[in-house]
């Protein structure tokens, strides 16, 4: 049987906002970096792999959460995936169900949902060993943390790359497409670049508190 430990209770918001920003998935713990970079070519594909890996990761981590005491920890991981596989299974055919172009967009890695760290991680680091509602409320922070960043690279892949967003025309006949910026390097360039940015914004923010304290 599982001997997963009980932490102390804290306020369910801050499971929230460490997923969505202080431990957020892409740009602070680097996890799934196959479909972040694979699929934010454009805006609709990053939206849907966000939305289809939040899905899986609330219900896999709800599931786990209400299982957590009657699985044997020798079976536990075989178990998670399972369960993980199940929810992957349901989204697979409900994307192919509202759009089969999207599906195809999507290819293989609507299916690699199941291996995703970030999902599997979150299920043995959290889940496991804490209450329904502490673990749904981690699945939401960091499911939106995690489309959130896939918005932030398929919008500027997109609109660099496409002069679109969301599919719409956003500039003039007159532009010249940034054709890399849709191919593999373009993700890798843009994740840099948002990387560098948001570390940018972190160590000024880190010196302003110091100088607050100081001032203090």
């Known amino acids: 049987?599982?001997?997963?430990?009980?932490?102390?209770?804290?306020?369910?918001?801050?499971?929230?906002?460490?997923?969505?920003?202080?431990?957020?998935?892409?740009?602070?713990?680097?996890?799934g970096m196959c479909p972040v970079l694979a699929v934010s070519n454009t805006a609709i594909n990053a939206l849907a792999m966000g939305l289809a890996t939040s899905f899986v990761l609330l219900m896999s981590n709800v599931v786990v959460s209400l299982i957590r005491h009657v699985v044997p920890?020798?079976?536990r991981i075989v178990t998670f995936i399972l369960v993980i596989a199940t929810f992957v299974t349901i989204v697979d055919y409900v994307i192919q169900a509202i759009s089969l172009q999207l599906h195809r967009s999507l290819g293989a890695f609507i299916s690699l949902?199941?291996?995703n760290c970030l999902i599997l991680g979150r299920a043995e680091a959290f889940a496991s060993k804490h209450r329904v509602g502490?673990?749904?409320?981690?699945?939401?922070g960091m499911g939106i943390g995690f489309t959130i960043a896939l918005l932030c690279l398929g919008a500027i892949r997109e609109l660099l790359g496409n002069g679109s967003l969301f599919g719409f025309r956003m500039f003039g006949e007159s532009f010249q497409e940034w054709t890399i910026m849709m191919l593999p390097p373009g993700g890798f360039f843009t994740l840099a670049a948002w990387l560098l940015l948001i570390h940018w914004f972190e160590q000024r923010r880190g010196g302003t508190e110091t100088q607050r304290e100081v001032i203090r």
């Open 73 to 75: 920890n020798q079976v």
């Open 113 to 115: 949902i199941v291996v």
């Open 1 to 31: 049987m599982s001997f997963a430990h009980e932490e102390p209770v804290q306020p369910a918001t801050d499971d929230l906002v460490n997923g969505i920003w202080k431990q957020n998935p892409v740009f602070v713990q680097v996890l």
């Open 134 to 140: 502490r673990s749904a409320m981690d699945a939401l």
